[in-house]
């Protein structure tokens, strides 16, 4: 009887183990089930796909979609529609939105590009992300020393040439690219996607705020999250990047006699418009990079010792800056300064003067009105509107010193504001993760000296996060000559987005 008791409990042991044993291999497929994510098939469909990518990227390239020249308006309006037919043939809900028109400085209007947006999956259940781009680019011509035709992408070592390879069209691309890897493979999307590609991006996104606030309560009413990817790495390591500097563009007309007057002749009688405009230009910056504009160095953000410790963790080396750009010298010396005045603080930059003579050759004439163009980058707790204030006033009252019988007049054409994010949410978290995934390594975390005007604004007026993802390279050249996208940086860019794509439908919020 006691043998036969022993028997049935050895029996039930035996048996709830075999019970155990099944549970823990449910719960393990569960768990790998869950994360089980074909990584592995959509890098292996990337690689399958590079010349691919190649190729689109150069049909993109070939159009001069300047946005700076309204003659290539034509070309801009071209781009558009294939950025929308793209989205279209990817099974997107494609609407190009009309913008309005721009009204050139002749008094002239031409309109608008028109915005895309597109709709890539409703599933209640998931995550909204909306990436953001533009198609746009700066000018570019073979003449300004370009070595390749800038508009023909030109593959050299690895290197892919040409305006508007890195900023921005490949980083859209290489978005929609990730997209479509997924649907070719017949995977779930991890997250619906929206895409908002705008044409204006160059010159300060002509009204794009406006439309962002109109649709406010039906294309954005259920994205979660804002993704732009118009930006670079701050060395050979990836990046995500937490902050842009703002931009406020001048305008300074002197305007003097009726027409240009021969310097020989009338050089010596008349109060010349270029010298004026050489003065008032020279008051805004002293030659170390001091602001002279009063109160612009006092609205800037305190630079915290949290700041200090982040900057001085940077792995940045100011040599091969130096080298990259071509100086022998730079405005300072260590790490954290050099950093924090191309991220964190106002700078002037004088970009050129309309009507003076600038060809080759020597005219001996003195232009009747010259317009000098500069921009004031800003940064938190800058403001455009005072800016634009502080500017006109100080300008008005050094050309007002000079005792000039010329006409000034300033106008602000763009002012962007500047843009930071949370670097503690999830958004962050998720891109640290996707990088480490593609590349094995910790991102930097950085900040953008650049601009993308629109970036605030969405905050502002979604109330979304947005995180930026660059995959560009810190070397790229972005308005530039030979600006160039790396075939590596877009085709581990295309992987990275795969990956960031399937992080953040991760977040539990
Ligand atoms: N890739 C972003 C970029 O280049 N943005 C422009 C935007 C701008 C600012 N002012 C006029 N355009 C930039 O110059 O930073
Ligand atoms: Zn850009
Ligand atoms: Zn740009």
Redesign the pocket.
């Known amino acids: 009887m006691e043998c036969v008791k022993t028997l049935t409990t050895s029996r039930n042991n035996e048996r709830f183990h075999r019970q155990e044993e099944m549970l823990a291999v449910i719960f393990l497929a569960i768990i790998l089930g869950i994360n089980a994510h074909p990584f592995d098939e959509l890098h292996q469909y990337v690689d399958e796909h590079v010349e691919d990518y190649v190729q689109a990227l150069r049909e993109w390239v070939a159009v001069e979609s300047d946005s700076s020249d309204a003659t290539k308006r034509p070309d801009l309006h071209r781009m558009m529609d294939m950025t929308a037919e793209k989205l279209k043939n990817m099974g997107g809900e494609v609407e190009m939105v009309d913008i309005g028109s721009q009204e050139l400085p002749d008094g002239t209007t031409i309109p608008l590009p028109k915005v895309v947006t597109a709709q890539i999956g409703k599933d209640s259940n998931k995550h909204t992300v909306c990436i953001y781009g533009h198609v746009d680019v700066q000018p570019a011509k073979k003449e300004d020393g370009w070595a390749t035709d800038p508009y023909n992408l030109t593959d050299i070592d690895g290197k892919l040439y040409g305006r508007g390879s890195s900023?921005?069209k490949a980083p859209v691309l290489a978005w929609m690219h990730a997209v479509e890897a997924y649907q070719a493979l017949d995977l779930d999307l991890p997250v619906n996607v929206k895409f908002l590609i705008e044409g204006m991006?160059?010159?300060?996104s002509n009204g794009l705020d406006t439309m962002i606030v109109a649709k406010r309560d039906t294309f954005f009413s259920d994205v979660d999250y804002i993704i732009i990817s118009?930006?670079g790495w701050l060395s050979r390591k990836p990046a995500l990047t937490y902050g842009t500097r703002g931009?406020c563009?001048f305008f300074a007309e002197v305007e003097g006699p009726k027409q240009d007057l021969h310097s020989g002749v009338y050089g010596g009688t008349v109060i010349e418009p270029m010298t004026d405009l050489i003065g008032i230009l020279d008051s805004l910056i002293s030659p170390n990079g001091k602001i002279l504009v009063p109160g612009i160095r006092e609205a800037v953000a305190p630079f915290s010792d949290e700041e200090w410790k982040m900057y001085q963790d940077i792995d940045f080396n100011i040599e091969t800056f130096k080298s990259k750009i071509g100086v022998s010298q730079l405005m300072y010396n260590n790490k954290v300064d050099l950093l924090s005045h191309r991220w964190r603080h106002p700078t002037v930059s004088i970009h050129g003067i309309e009507g003076a003579f600038s060809a080759s050759g020597s005219k001996t004439v003195i232009p009747a009105k010259v317009t000098g163009k500069f921009?004031i980058r800003q940064v938190p707790d800058m403001d455009p509107a005072m800016v634009k204030k502080q500017v006109t006033d100080y300008l008005n009252s050094v050309f007002g010193k000079r005792k000039s019988p010329n006409k000034l007049k300033v106008t602000m054409i763009?002012g962007?504001k500047p843009w930071l994010a949370d670097t503690k949410h999830a958004l962050y978290e998720a891109g640290r993760a996707a990088v480490k995934r593609v590349f094995q390594m910790e991102p930097d975390l950085i900040r953008e000296g650049?601009?993308?005007?629109i970036a605030q604004t969405f905050q502002d007026v979604t109330g979304k996060s947005i995180i930026m993802l660059p995959i560009g390279g810190f070397d790229d050249g972005?308005?530039s000559q030979n600006e160039k996208m790396n075939r590596y940086n877009y085709i581990e860019g295309t992987k990275l987005f795969i990956s960031y794509l399937h992080e953040v439908a991760e977040i539990k919020e």
């Open positions: 900023d921005n991006e160059e010159t300060g118009d930006c931009n563009y921009s763009i962007a650049g601009t993308i005007p972005l308005h």
